[in-house]
């Protein structure tokens, strides 16, 4: 359940953007504006908190969020900046280009803003209030779009509000948002560039950058992203089965609030929320202690569970 909360609408000052880091700090949602749409913000190292960003906005699944830094040094501390990597963020950055990097061994982002991948998506906003508020907040701030699911990007506070007002903590309004489209994404995770969206900054511009063709999203592409290559979602090595009410032999148990005995537990209160929030580091750690079928317990189907269901179901889906 979302706690219905007081909104604040925070000024672009000093004392709103020093209200607005606090916030984040400690774990609570803050909208603000970059370039492209206003994001809704959380501290990416808080699983918690991030839980908080799909509950605020009732979105029905997990993807990877996008981790805004301040800075080309901070984007190094979770990622792997590859010489190419280095020289897109050299020349965009601050700027509508999110680029996605293997996850560096210093990463502090958690499992569920990277959905489970060992890949990042870094950006680094152009709007100054958007970094001084990442720099004062300390950490990577994961944000997707301030509105609610399946609405419409918002371009200024009011259009917040109008989504989130009583969902979230507060919004730092900064006025309109300039470009209004999402953020190109490039993936530079092997020794070929991919294009995965485009978006702000074009396509044209990013390749006289790297001196070659970018590989995906274009029909006329002759190298179209081989399937599977880069794929966007984390499933466990072991196959899955729900709604268990008991274990099978040979079966290691994901719980529920307490459902299954001597299983490791998403919430042995029963809280949708941690669960949301331990379900990516859960499956990874009974990835990596040898589980070869997980059964995991009924997680009701309101709230996060909507989300929590939906990847669990479709790890349990036959595989290639
Ligand atoms: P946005 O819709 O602007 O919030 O951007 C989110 C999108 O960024 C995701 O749906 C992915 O396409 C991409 N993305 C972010 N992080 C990653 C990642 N670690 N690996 C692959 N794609 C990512
Ligand atoms: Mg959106």
Not at 35 to 64: C, Q
Request: charged share 20%.
């Amino acid at each position: 359940m979302t706690h219905a909360r007081t909104t604040l609408r925070l000024p672009a000052d000093a004392a709103g953007e020093a209200q607005a880091a606090r916030i984040l700090r400690e774990g609570g949602l803050v909208a603000f504006p970059t370039e492209t749409v206003y994001g809704l913000g959380a501290d990416a190292t808080n699983s918690r908190a991030v839980a908080g960003i799909y509950e605020a906005k009732g979105r029905p699944r997990f993807n990877p969020l996008i981790a805004h830094v301040a800075s080309i040094e901070q984007a190094r501390r979770e990622g792997v900046f590859s010489p190419l990597a280095e020289k897109l963020a050299q020349k965009f950055w601050p700027g509508p280009l999110t680029l996605v990097v293997p996850l560096a061994e210093t990463a502090s982002v958690c499992d569920l803003a990277r959905a489970g991948l060992p890949s990042i998506g870094l950006r680094m906003p152009a709007p100054k209030i958007a970094r001084d508020l990442i720099a004062a907040a300390g950490r990577p701030i994961a944000a997707p779009s301030a509105n609610r699911s399946g609405h419409v990007s918002p371009a200024n506070a009011d259009h917040v509000l109008a989504d989130l007002d009583a969902r979230i903590d507060a919004v730092l309004d900064g006025g309109a948002c300039a470009v209004g489209v999402e953020s190109t994404i490039v993936a530079l995770l092997d020794d070929r560039p991919r294009l995965l969206r485009p978006g702000g900054v074009a396509r044209a511009e990013i390749e006289a950058v790297l001196g070659s063709a970018l590989a995906g999203a274009d029909p006329s592409d002759s190298q179209p992203l081989a399937p599977g290559l880069l794929a966007s979602h984390y499933a466990p090595g072991a196959s899955v089965r729900l709604n268990a009410r008991a274990l099978e032999p040979g079966e290691t148990g994901l719980d529920f609030a307490g459902q299954l005995s001597g299983a490791l537990d998403l919430s042995p209160s029963g809280d949708l929320e941690e669960a949301a929030a331990n379900l990516f580091s859960a499956l990874r750690r009974l990835d990596a202690a040898g589980a070869t079928r997980i059964a995991v317990a009924p997680i009701p189907a309101q709230g996060l569970g909507e989300a929590i269901n939906d990847r669990l179901a479709r790890a349990a889906a036959p595989r290639p």
